[in-house]
């Protein structure tokens, strides 16, 4: 769902993303930490994909913290998401509030980097180092740091004990040029 709010100087991006990030478990066969992981990437890149003008356009979206999951790597374009991670399996202790530990799994020592093809001679590559790991603030550091527009990222994937998605959303509200 694209927004737009206070006359056109700020937008935002909301998105459900149950079904994508419950096949990408599926197909990866990846752990309750992973799947948090992954989905969040998924979700993120898919929001960067809609925000695309062109129909051939594409982003790749990296993220390599040097934990035990290795990269994971998603492409998105208008209409379509997909991922990967180095290593799906990976358990992980439980945070001391009970979340999954995504940003030790993801590591913090480390980048996301974005390849934005729009069907130019090359293409727009970004990268900023991880701030957290936990993939939202990832994502919101990268869009204002690296893309210069002021960014708030939220993405969460809860993983039922019995390791099935049962919610998958997120969104993202940036502020246009000219706000206050």
Excluded: W
């Excluded at 079904?19 to 992973?34: D, L």
């Excluded at 799906?88 to 030790?104: A, C, F, Q, S, Y």
């Excluded at 020592?109 to 729009?118: A, E, N």
Aim: hydrophobic share 45%; charged share 15%.
């Amino acid at each position: 769902l694209h927004i737009t709010l206070a006359d056109g100087m700020v937008r935002g991006l909301l998105l459900t993303g149950l079904n994508t990030v419950s096949q990408g478990a599926a197909i990866h066969n990846t752990s309750p930490v992973v799947t948090a992981a992954l989905g969040r990437t998924l979700m993120g890149t898919a929001m960067m994909g809609a925000m695309l003008k062109g129909e051939e356009h594409s982003v790749t979206v990296t993220i390599n913290g040097g934990g035990p999951i290795g990269r994971i790597v998603c492409v998105a374009d208008r209409d379509s998401v997909r991922g990967v991670v180095d290593v799906p399996n990976v358990e992980m202790p439980l945070r001391t509030d009970g979340k999954l530990n995504v940003g030790m799994a993801v590591g913090r020592d480390g980048r996301i980097s974005v390849v934005r093809d729009l069907g130019m001679k090359s293409p727009y590559i970004g990268q900023t180092a991880l701030l957290s790991g936990e993939i939202a603030e990832d994502f919101a550091g990268y869009l204002t740091e690296s893309e210069q527009v002021p960014s708030a990222c939220a993405l969460g994937v809860l993983v039922d004990t019995d390791c099935t998605v049962r919610a998958a959303g997120g969104f993202i509200v940036q502020l246009m040029p000219g706000a206050e």
